[in-house]
């Protein structure tokens, strides 16, 4: 099956060897195609489908930019990435002939065999009705992938169960296909592990869309930059408290407009044009982790301030 068209089929740690055949082929995959893996978040960010040039691309980009989005603990926006896909897939296998589509349930782990039956549907004028189902999915296997789904016409109750299989026609299992593709991702995903590198530029800017996308909200900043922005609006803060409030701000994408504000409200900028073009140049998460923080008393935090920011905006907008 075409890699192109089927990204998530392939192994990206497999690809990358083959393409950069070096011992840390997907570090080097997340460096050299860093441009093209933005525009693919930010393609996400926006609810619209990108396509890198070729099938190599392709799939490192589509799978870097699913890990980055992981990795930076940004459901919202992985969410989004993996529906989008499923909706891509639908619309790709439009008019498919049904061995492809067997093809790719069994390719996403589903137990699926070729077998035709005709069965009673329904009573039109009098009449019954009959329909032909071509393909059985196992009944664990059918459950494992779409389990819970709100698509009434996969839930079981509507299903043709037999001796544990779940028979189908064609356009069910295109409908299905659909359906599985988020959770055989999520599972594909627990089994990557993240390259260093350049990656964790990705991750940062997966964490910039994420926050961006669902606004600024100081009220749910961990303890130590909420302490350190009363102290900044009342007092002359340090140029290393001024620098701890601005990358963490540049980290979680608090828009320009917004930073611009607070330097204007407080007087941070006076005269630290150096120290705010380095915090918000800056590519880390915050310029120090959080046990170097409680080292300088700034901090009580338990874990990286982005991800307790986000995980917070996440609780909030529920």
């Known amino acids: 099956m075409s890699l192109r068209k089927y990204p998530f089929l392939a192994d990206p740690r497999d690809v990358a060897a083959a393409t950069f055949q070096s011992h840390n082929a997907l570090e080097e995959a997340a460096s050299e195609l860093f441009e093209i893996c933005v525009r693919r978040l930010e393609a996400i960010a926006r609810g619209e489908a990108y396509e890198a040039r070729g099938a190599e691309e392709e799939v490192l980009s589509f799978w870097l930019s699913l890990m980055a989005l992981r990795e930076a603990g940004s459901t919202r926006l992985l969410e989004r ?13 439009e008019g498919a002939s049904l061995e492809e589509l067997v093809g790719l349930a069994s390719a996403m782990g589903a137990e699926v065999k070729r077998e035709a039956l005709e069965i009673p549907w329904a009573i039109q004028r009098g009449k019954e009705v009959r329909i032909r189902l071509e393909v059985a999915i196992s009944a664990p296997s059918y459950l494992s992938l779409v389990a819970g789904t709100r698509e009434e016409r996969l839930k079981l109750v509507n299903s043709f169960l037999l001796g544990g299989w779940v028979y189908m026609d064609a356009r069910l299992l ?11 991702l999520l599972r594909r995903l627990r089994e990557l592990e993240p390259p260093e590198g350049r990656f964790i530029e990705l991750v940062m800017k997966a964490r910039a869309l994420e926050a961006r996308e669902a606004g600024v909200r100081e009220e749910l900043f961990p303890k130590c930059i909420v302490d350190l922005l009363a102290k900044a609006r009342v007092s002359v803060p340090s140029d290393e408290e001024v620098f701890v409030i601005l990358s963490f701000l540049r980290a979680i994408g608090a828009p320009s407009a917004y930073v611009e504000e607070l330097l204007r409200e407080t007087g941070l900028g006076a005269g630290r044009e150096g ?5 918000l140049a800056r590519l880390e998460v915050s310029p120090y982790s959080c046990k170097e923080l409680k080292e300088r ?4 935090c338990e874990e990286d301030l982005v991800k307790e920011y986000l995980r917070a905006l996440r609780k909030a907008s529920r």
Request: hydrophobic share 50%; with cysteine; charged share 30%.
């Open 174 to 184: 295109r409908l299905f296909l659909k359906e599985a593709l988020p959770r055989y």
């Open 297 to 300: 008393g700034m901090c009580e």
């Open 275 to 279: 120290v705010i073009a380095a915090a």
């Open 81 to 93: 990435a993996l529906r989008r896909e499923g909706e891509r897939l639908y619309a790709l296998l």
